[in-house]
């Protein structure tokens, strides 16, 4: 049984910052690639960043220069760190793994259970 457990949400200012973190537990064999994904009220779900297992990242235009992702590939956690926040980056986020369990041939996505983040004065 593989979990991926979020925390981190919040309410904060805009111009503030936050920080997801988004561990994974269970009977990991590997961990690929990892990514944070967001959904506000009446909107899609979206990529909001994405890390591989070598640390290469890829981020959505509307967080680039103020959203960093990171890996801590020890402890099987992701993390987001959020700066400069806008209104607009209100929604919940959602942890996302791709991971090869133990005693499994192929790897399967899985998701955490979302955090919200509100920013508002």
């Known amino acids: 049984q593989v979990q991926l457990v979020e925390s981190g949400g919040g309410l904060v200012q805009p111009g503030g910052s936050l920080r997801l973190s988004c561990a994974a537990s269970?009977?990991?064999?590997?961990?690929?690639?990892m990514g944070w994904y967001r959904q506000a009220p009446g909107k899609q779900r979206e990529l909001v960043a994405s890390i591989t297992s070598g640390s290469s990242t890829n981020y959505a235009d509307s967080v680039k220069g103020r959203f960093t992702i990171s890996r801590d590939n020890a402890k099987n956690t992701v993390y987001l760190q959020m700066n400069s926040l806008k209104p607009e980056d209100t929604a919940v986020y959602y942890c996302?793994?791709?991971?090869?369990?133990?005693?499994?041939?192929?790897?399967?996505?899985?998701w955490g259970q979302g955090t919200q983040v509100t920013v508002s004065s």
């Open positions: 269970g009977s990991i064999f590997s961990i690929n690639a």
């Open positions: 996302n793994a791709d991971i090869v369990a133990s005693g499994s041939y192929y790897s399967s996505r899985y």
